[in-house]
Protein backbone atom coordinates (compact mmCIF):
# COMPACT_ATOMS: atom_id res chain seq x y z
CA UNK A 1 0.00 0.00 0.00
CA UNK A 2 1.67 3.26 -1.10
CA UNK A 3 -0.13 7.10 -0.35
CA UNK A 4 -0.54 9.68 -2.88
CA UNK A 5 -1.89 12.92 -2.75
CA UNK A 6 -5.49 14.68 -3.77
CA UNK A 7 -6.93 17.62 -2.20
CA UNK A 8 -6.53 18.21 1.68
CA UNK A 9 -6.28 14.44 1.70
CA UNK A 10 -3.51 11.39 1.17
CA UNK A 11 -5.19 8.99 -0.14
CA UNK A 12 -3.98 4.58 -0.73
CA UNK A 13 -5.56 2.48 -3.89
CA UNK A 14 -6.23 -0.94 -2.21
CA UNK A 15 -3.57 -3.20 -3.34
CA UNK A 16 -5.70 -6.25 -4.02
CA UNK A 17 -8.59 -5.56 -7.42
CA UNK A 18 -11.17 -7.14 -5.28
CA UNK A 19 -13.66 -4.49 -3.86
CA UNK A 20 -15.07 -4.63 -0.34
CA UNK A 21 -18.55 -6.26 0.13
CA UNK A 22 -21.47 -5.36 2.40
CA UNK A 23 -20.17 -7.96 5.02
CA UNK A 24 -23.13 -6.63 7.94
CA UNK A 25 -26.10 -6.94 4.93
CA UNK A 26 -26.83 -2.90 6.01
CA UNK A 27 -26.51 -1.24 1.83
CA UNK A 28 -23.13 0.23 2.94
CA UNK A 29 -19.86 -0.78 2.10
CA UNK A 30 -17.39 1.60 4.41
CA UNK A 31 -18.83 0.51 7.89
CA UNK A 32 -16.80 -2.81 6.57
CA UNK A 33 -13.73 -1.87 5.74
CA UNK A 34 -11.07 -1.49 9.12
CA UNK A 35 -7.94 1.30 8.93
CA UNK A 36 -5.26 0.23 11.89
CA UNK A 37 -2.38 2.49 12.02
CA UNK A 38 0.24 1.21 13.73
CA UNK A 39 -1.44 -1.80 14.95
CA UNK A 40 -4.63 0.29 16.37
CA UNK A 41 -7.98 0.46 14.97
CA UNK A 42 -9.19 3.87 13.95
CA UNK A 43 -12.52 4.70 13.54
CA UNK A 44 -14.09 6.38 10.62
CA UNK A 45 -15.11 9.12 12.63
CA UNK A 46 -13.63 10.61 15.92
CA UNK A 47 -15.47 10.93 19.28
CA UNK A 48 -16.12 14.91 18.77
CA UNK A 49 -17.63 14.25 14.60
CA UNK A 50 -14.16 14.89 13.04
CA UNK A 51 -14.00 12.52 10.12
CA UNK A 52 -10.96 10.72 10.23
CA UNK A 53 -10.92 8.36 6.96
CA UNK A 54 -13.21 7.43 4.28
CA UNK A 55 -13.91 4.50 1.97
CA UNK A 56 -13.89 5.56 -1.91
CA UNK A 57 -16.22 3.50 -3.67
CA UNK A 58 -15.37 4.45 -6.98
CA UNK A 59 -11.37 5.00 -6.86
CA UNK A 60 -11.61 1.66 -4.16
CA UNK A 61 -9.52 3.68 -2.18
CA UNK A 62 -8.79 4.71 1.28
CA UNK A 63 -8.88 8.81 2.25
CA UNK A 64 -6.99 9.99 5.66
CA UNK A 65 -4.33 11.74 6.73
CA UNK A 66 -2.20 9.01 8.48
CA UNK A 67 1.04 10.37 10.06
CA UNK A 68 4.34 10.04 8.75
CA UNK A 69 6.29 7.03 9.45
CA UNK A 70 2.87 5.21 10.49
CA UNK A 71 2.27 1.23 9.39
CA UNK A 72 -1.12 1.00 8.04
CA UNK A 73 -3.08 -1.83 7.78
CA UNK A 74 -7.07 -2.14 5.94
CA UNK A 75 -8.87 -5.42 5.85
CA UNK A 76 -12.16 -6.15 4.29
CA UNK A 77 -14.50 -8.87 2.95
CA UNK A 78 -14.46 -9.77 -0.46
CA UNK A 79 -16.81 -11.85 -2.48
CA UNK A 80 -16.20 -15.62 -1.97
CA UNK A 81 -15.11 -17.34 -5.07
CA UNK A 82 -17.57 -19.80 -6.72
CA UNK A 83 -15.90 -23.45 -7.60
Known amino acids: ?3 GSSGFARYT ?7 PIDADGDG ?3 DDVVLR ?3 EIVPPVAAD ?3 LWSYDSASNSLLS ?3 EGSTAEVSY ?3 AACW
Request: aromatic share 8%; proline share 12%; net charge neutral.
Open 37 to 39: LDG
Open 28 to 30: AVA
Open 65 to 67: EPP
Open 13 to 19: TLARSDR
Open 49 to 51: GTR
Open 77 to 79: FVP
Open 1 to 3: MSW
